[in-house]
């Protein structure tokens, strides 16, 4: 399974991001951010390859923050 992980610099955002991915039933759960991410944030999207693009169009257009970690 190939997935993609977001990050964000708050908790807020990716608390967010977590309520839109479920409210839109995508494959992505909330993860430890990882250290090479160096993200501001310690909390990480963890995003199924056939949901990213949805999920960055929804948190485009909702205003959320975000980065794409390719580890």
């Given at each position: 399974?190939?997935?993609?992980?977001?990050?964000?610099?708050?908790?807020?955002?990716?608390?967010?991001?977590?309520?839109?991915?479920?409210?839109?039933?995508?494959?992505?759960?909330?993860?430890?951010?990882?250290?090479?991410?160096?993200?501001?944030?310690?909390?990480?999207?963890?995003?199924?390859?056939?949901?990213?693009?949805?999920?960055?169009?929804a948190?485009?257009?909702?205003?959320?923050?975000?980065?794409?970690?390719?580890?």
């Amino acid at each position: 399974m190939i997935s993609r992980i977001f990050t964000f610099d708050t908790t807020h955002h990716a608390l967010w991001a977590e309520q839109i991915a479920l409210d839109l039933r995508l494959g992505a759960q909330v993860i430890p951010a990882p250290a090479a991410a160096k993200a501001k944030c310690s909390l990480a999207l963890e995003v199924l390859e056939e949901d990213i693009e949805v999920l960055r169009n929804a948190l485009d257009a909702q205003g959320v923050m975000f980065r794409e970690f390719h580890g």
